[in-house]
């Protein structure tokens, strides 16, 4: 079993920055692939990233592409979303999630394990 527990959240300007982080516990990643999800009100779950944690390939969606960056560190067991040039529309709840397997996905109903997500509101 893996648990996941986002942090970061939180209210920012249209134009700034954010930094989300998740911790991932239980077992030590390896072979497995973390990813970013966020929901929007209303809205279904949207893929934003992943990446293999064993090489550090990542892949975003297209309209995150520029502006988002997946990083991991191996020794702290966490992966890590850097938003920037963020705009209302980002608003919405980050969840974290994981799978078995390094081979990204976009599919939410493909993951293994998910965090509780934490709340980023862009102001405009």
């Known amino acids: 079993q893996v648990q996941l527990v986002e942090s970061g959240g939180g209210l920012v300007h249209a134009g700034g920055s954010l930094r989300l982080s998740c911790a991932a516990s239980g077992r030590t990643l390896s072979k497995d692939s973390m990813y970013w999800f966020r929901q929007a009100p209303g809205k279904e779950r949207e893929f934003v990233g992943g990446i293999n944690w064993a090489d550090g390939t990542t892949y975003y969606a297209d309209s995150m592409k520029g502006r988002f960056t997946i990083s991991r560190d191996n020794a702290k067991n966490s992966v890590y979303l850097q938003m920037d040039s963020l705009k209302p529309e980002d608003t919405a709840v980050y969840y974290c999630?994981?799978?078995?397997?390094?081979?990204?996905?976009?599919?939410?109903?493909?993951?293994?394990?998910w965090g509780k997500g934490t709340l980023v509101t862009v102001s405009s």
């Open positions: 999630a994981a799978k078995v397997g390094v081979i990204i996905v976009t599919s939410a109903g493909r993951m293994d394990y």
